[in-house]
């Protein structure tokens, strides 16, 4: 069933449906945007078709509704509110970073080895074999580039709403978690780690069911760990 109510911005009537009340909807005469109210309803008070802000997420329902149909919190007192209901980023302040950290050198010490014993063979050849002495130490160059421009370009950072991980030298990769979104979060060393005093974290998520972000070659891995899960309790 329709009916006809009139344009607050240039005052021109126009025809809504029952249904839309309470609903944004643009003006067909000056595309201006607009709240359908219920027929008869007066701009204050608490008529039927005023609005009001929903005490659960601050969206404008209905004055008379029983359930905002925007977080699906009952207003009437028929059903408990739900407390594990996620606060709205508004209520959470400006995010913010916690740290941003990047693998060890040490997690690349195998480059470091294999390229500087190309680097001291190369250097070692006679100049006679001057062609083999630049393949031996470029590719003992491309060796430690590669460990030096992974680790400039791999960052792991923990803000106040989220967990990310990036990395890659051309193609770049990102993955991130929201905080509450973490379902859990484990460290692991291998004989190698131990020995340098490095770790891997890995972190699940509830979207995926596996592990979304993994930590690897950072120093203090237990540190990291306790500071991430801190932050997650907090969120």
């Known amino acids: 069933m329709s009916f006809t109510q009139n344009c607050p911005h240039c005052g021109q009537p126009f025809e809504a449906e029952n249904e839309w009340i309470g609903m944004q909807a643009e003006c067909p005469n000056c595309t201006g945007e607009i709240t359908v109210k219920a027929p008869g309803a007066s701009p204050a008070g608490g008529g039927a ?13 209905l004055a008379v509704a029983k ?17 594990d209901a996620a606060p709205s980023p508004a209520s959470q302040g400006p995010e913010k970073d916690i740290w941003t950290i990047q ?22 050849l006679s100049l006679a074999e001057v062609m083999l ?19 400039k370009y791999c960052t792991y950072t923990l803000s106040t709403m989220r967990v990310k991980s990036t990395s890659g030298i051309i ?35 509830a979207g995926t069911g596996g592990i979304e972000i993994r930590i690897v070659g950072v120093k203090n891995p237990l540190e990291v760990k306790n500071s991430l899960v801190r932050q997650k309790d907090l969120a």
């Open 49 to 61: 078709g005023n609005l009001v802000s929903c005490p659960f997420c601050g969206e404008e329902i």
């Open 171 to 205: 193609a770049r990769s990102v993955h991130e978690v929201l905080l509450r979104d973490i379902r859990s979060v484990s460290m692991s060393q291998s004989i190698f780690d131990r020995l340098f005093g490095l770790g891997k974290i890995e972190v699940g998520s």
């Open 103 to 124: 693998p060890s050198h040490l997690h690349f010490i195998g480059n470091y080895l294999v390229g500087g014993l190309l680097l001291f063979a190369g250097a070692v």
């Open 67 to 83: 359930k905002c149909k925007h977080c699906g919190e009952f207003l009437d007192g028929s059903q408990p509110a739900r407390r």
């Open 133 to 151: 002495l630049v393949f031996v130490g470029g590719l003992g160059m491309v060796f430690i580039l590669l460990a030096v421009l992974s680790r």
